[in-house]
């Protein structure tokens, strides 16, 4: 199985900064990676997917980038709406899909 | 608008059976892979699997094979997951989501709003 390891566990930051998480994975998964947001008591939702493709209706401040082991999510310009759990998913193993243990974004 | 409607909240014993659902709507369902998520404070978002509603094809992690089975009834465009014989360690919310893009086995694009499944004696 493809482990992802999310880090920071916690990011901690004021409206317009730029958030930077990232997701490091066991092996290579090439770029089958997607990003997920979850806010308390809703579902995940889809922001990036292929590494770095937005979802449709996602802002443009959500971008990702990265290849094989090595992925990253930046938020340019925090706004309070993004304060959330963000997970990265890889699929590049049909049998072994998995998620990251997630990082939480605080807006101070 | 394309959307996953799943079924209410459970509370079950151990060794009960199971069978809960998501009716979508919005789209060819049959032509798009839907997936199982499963998601637990100690372990987070956990993959069940993945089974594509034109032909019932399946694939299933590891860690949930045997114990649960995924299926598709095409007539009422509705996916069902379910349990021959809950355990305490099966409460979780479970949420369905709809792959991306037709035929692939691709990214989560739209996602139920989960069920809650709680089992204790």
């Known amino acids: 199985e493809i482990a992802l390891t999310q880090s920071p566990a916690t990011l901690s930051l004021s409206p317009g900064e730029r958030a930077t998480l990232s997701c490091r994975a066991s092996?290579?998964?090439?770029?089958?990676l997607a990003w997920y947001q979850q806010k308390p008591g809703q579902a995940p939702r889809l922001l990036i997917y292929d590494a770095s493709n937005r979802a449709t209706g996602i802002p443009a401040r959500f971008s990702g980038s990265g290849s094989g082991r090595d992925f990253t999510l930046t938020i340019s310009s925090l706004e309070p709406e993004d304060s959330a759990v963000y997970y990265c998913h890889q699929r590049s193993n049909v049998h072994t899909w998995t998620f990251g243990q997630g990082t939480k974004v605080e807006i101070k | 608008e394309v959307q996953l409607v799943q079924s209410g909240t459970e509370v079950k014993k151990p060794g009960e059976s199971l069978k809960i659902s998501c009716k979508t709507s919005g789209y060819n369902f049959i032509s798009y892979w839907i997936g199982w998520v499963r998601q637990t404070p100690e372990k987070g978002l956990e993959w069940i699997g993945v089974i594509y509603p034109g032909d019932s094809d399946t694939r299933y992690s590891p860690s949930f094979r045997g114990h649960v089975t995924m299926s598709v009834d095409k007539s009422m465009s509705a996916a069902s997951l379910q349990w021959s014989t809950l355990q305490a360690s099966d409460t979780a919310i479970y949420y369905c989501?709809?792959?991306?893009?037709?035929?692939?086995?691709?990214?989560?694009?739209?996602w139920g709003e989960g069920t809650m499944v709680t089992v204790s004696s």
């Open positions: 092996q290579t998964v090439r770029t089958y």
């Open positions: 989501a709809r792959c991306r893009v037709p035929y692939a086995r691709d990214a989560f694009d739209i």
